[in-house]
């Protein structure tokens, strides 16, 4: 049923020429397509020449040939209708001041400051597409969340010429400052993320000149996942680097990636502070100070549990700077 | 038969030490020791013992290694009575509900935030006791209605209709609550990590009633299993018989699983174990499975947290992994030697 109308609606597409889709496949598309996208589509291709001299970071929205995964795209030449699915895209461009361009979001992205509550919201793992392609959106910035779910859940959209881009979820702050400067990109002026990223470095340096003074560093543990099923994170992922930076040391940092973690992994580790950015269950500090056994912990002892705000600390995108000074408050309240 | 049960006994002594003894961070098996015997006898403990391993040991590793054998037994008895009374090997608590009705409950807890009151942090157990064990009855009282004699087959398709139906509620509410459904998913999957003393102490009593209940009509299953006519004519109230057992067998695993999560296989490789070493006379096959049982799940629990350093991975696909080939290979090697 979905392809039936993915297919009609695909064809209504050709004809009114809305969408991008992708350049390699060599649809029919072009030849339909007014000589204005034609224009713009042999200027990519000459662009994309180019592009081997050019550096990731100098991405300019004529440049852009692919998306953050390497899939080839075609920009449309004017984007003025922008579906996000990742609360971390729609952070980014309500931060890079496009929030009034986002037309439907997915309901991770719901509560995101500076977004219109009475958007259209969908699944981001089973997106409507019927009703999204019903607001028409130029572009879909989706994240590398939903590649967990196996197959392209995002190709019907592709089919109807919609163009999908996909930002993986970025991994470093480098990583995360290349994602801003990307959608920037994308949305025609990859300068407009210079005030952000200045801004995120300025805040970052400040805490890492602190930090770096730090020589007695504190033991962290940071929990993603409560009890019974604990999740944390070792090396390769932003939030290490993060209590890098404010001076303290991940008890998890010979580990790769996201884990979910034994329990006498945590206890052994004996972390000085404890970290957890849980907000499922009504009290997740009190919870962690309660486990049987995790009362020879040190940071249990001292009561140093904190919680983190859940948004600032798992989405990917400028905003991690808030998680970055609540962590670094709580690890060393007396340095912050 | 006293030797094999001799043996059995030191098998299980033997695999609880070792589960003790083993883990993440490594704890030297004098320590161990000397950590056990303090905490029974309150001998003294030299300063070169942290606290840290103290902790591990007493309340982490040994909690966990004895809620897993506890709940072992209990998952494998229920098994027995299960195959016994349905007279069908593959036939489980699962089959009738148990697992889908725990799982309803447990999606109250997780995706909805149900807590119950009075007792906010047994809401997850209790919610997913009641519901495992009232979809199963649900269950055999629907085909107690169909089929007066209340025949095997009819109570299996029941019980896996109202299952299928109650897994139908559960993907609908998943559904609905999508944020949330990542946590069903693993409950699902069954993990022995957080457990403590007070778990175990919940659970003791559950298990030795159940399985004392279950035991007293060790010579009713013997007969039920020779077929009901027979069992009939000998006197056994066949339709009361049944009622009890399958209730008894379903609050078994449903009080076990309502703590841990779904944890399948071990109900059917340790009762097939049994039978296979200690024939098929319920006075032996009700015990060796809760003490065989046991031990398979304290191995598969060992595995779960130590085949990979300072990570964990979930039970149930130790117990499938492990037992869905060891399974295949009691069952098909009983039959060719007929």
């Known amino acids: 049923m979905k392809k039936i109308i993915a297919s009609i609606l695909f064809t209504v597409l050709l004809i009114t020429c809305v969408g991008c889709g992708s350049s390699n496949t060599g649809t029919p598309e072009a030849d339909t397509k007014p000589e204005e996208t034609q224009e713009a589509e042999s200027n990519t291709a000459d662009d994309a020449v180019n592009e081997e001299t050019d550096s990731k970071e100098n991405t300019a929205a004529a440049d852009i040939t692919t998306d953050r995964q390497g899939n080839e795209i075609t920009l449309p030449e004017q984007i003025e209708r922008v579906m996000v699915a990742g609360p971390s895209n729609a952070e980014i461009l309500v931060g890079l001041g496009y929030g009034d361009k986002i037309v439907a979001a997915d309901v991770y992205s719901g509560n995101v400051e500076g977004l219109d509550g009475d958007l259209p919201m969908f699944d981001m793992t089973a997106p409507d597409v019927e009703k999204i392609l019903q607001v028409e959106p130029d572009v879909i910035f989706v994240t590398g969340m939903v590649q967990s779910a196996g197959e392209d859940v995002y190709k019907p959209f592709k089919d109807a010429g919609v163009c999908v881009i996909y930002i993986p979820s970025s991994n470093s702050i480098a990583g995360i400052k290349e994602d801003i400067r990307y959608i920037a990109g994308v949305m025609g002026d990859a300068a407009k993320s210079d005030e952000i990223i200045q801004e995120m470095d300025q805040e970052i340096d400040a805490i890492r000149a602190i930090g770096e003074t730090i020589t007695d560093k504190k033991k962290v543990y940071f929990e993603i996942a409560a009890a019974p099923n604990m999740y944390s994170f070792g090396d390769g992922v932003f939030l290490n680097e993060m209590i890098e930076i404010i001076g303290a040391e991940n008890i998890l940092k010979n580990e790769n990636e996201w884990i979910t973690v034994a329990e006498e992994a945590v206890v052994a580790g004996n972390p000085d502070v404890i970290l957890t950015s849980v907000n499922y269950i009504d009290n997740p500090v009190d919870e962690i100070k309660g486990r049987a056994g995790w009362d020879v912990i040190t940071a249990v002892k001292d009561d140093a549990v904190y919680y983190i705000d859940t948004d600032a600390s798992n989405n ?13 408050e709580n690890i060393y309240p007396d340095k912050y | ?105 447990a999606g109250f807890v997780i995706l909805f935030g149900f807590s119950l009151p009075l007792m906010g942090g047994f809401s997850l157990p209790v919610m997913g006791f009641v519901f495992g064990l009232g979809t199963m009855l649900l269950g055999i009282s629907f085909a107690g209605r169909l089929d007066k004699g209340f025949e095997n087959n009819t109570i299996i398709l029941t019980g896996m209709v109202i299952s299928l139906f109650v897994n139908a509620i559960v993907t609908l509410m998943s559904a609905v609550k999508r944020e949330q459904m990542q946590r069903l998913i693993y409950w699902q999957m069954g993990s022995f990590s957080a457990q403590d003393w007070k778990n175990l102490f919940i659970l003791l009593p559950i298990a030795a009633v159940g399985i004392l209940l279950v035991f007293h009509y060790h010579r009713e299953l013997d007969m039920l299993t020779f077929g009901e006519e027979q069992a009939k004519t000998m006197g056994v109230n066949t339709k009361l018989v049944k009622w009890i057992l399958l209730i008894a067998a379903a609050a078994l695993t449903g ?37 065989l049982g046991g031990v398979f799940m304290v191995i598969c ?32 090697s009983k039959r060719e030697r007929g």
Do not use: C
């Open chain 2, 1 to 105: 038969m006293k030797r094999k049960i001799t043996i059995s006994i030191i098998i299980s002594i033997l695999t609880l030490l070792f589960a003790v003894a083993l883990g993440s961070v490594y704890v030297s098996p004098m320590d161990i020791l000397r950590i056990i015997g303090s905490k029974l006898f309150h001998s003294p403990l030299p300063e070169t013992v942290s606290d840290t391993n103290i902790s591990i040991i007493w309340n982490l590793r040994l909690p966990r290694s004895l809620v897993a054998f506890v709940i072992g037994g209990m998952i494998s008895v229920s098994g027995v009575i299960m195959q016994s009374v349905l007279k069908n090997p593959l036939a489980s608590s699962y089959t009738l509900g148990v697992s889908s009705g725990a799982s309803l409950g």
């Open chain 2, 255 to 291: 009080s076990a699983i309502s703590f841990v999560g779904v944890i399948g296989f071990v109900d059917l490789v340790a009762p097939h174990v049994v039978r296979k070493i200690f024939g098929s006379s319920h006075r032996y096959v009700i015990p060796m499975s809760a003490l």
């Open chain 1, 316 to 328: 990917p995108s400028q905003n991690i700077v808030k998680a970055l000074k609540e962590m670094a």
């Open chain 2, 301 to 332: 629990d060992l595995v779960s947290r130590t085949v990979i350093t300072n990570q964990e991975i979930p039970v149930g696909a130790v117990t499938a992994l492990i037992g869905a080939p060891f399974f295949a290979y009691i069952f098909f």
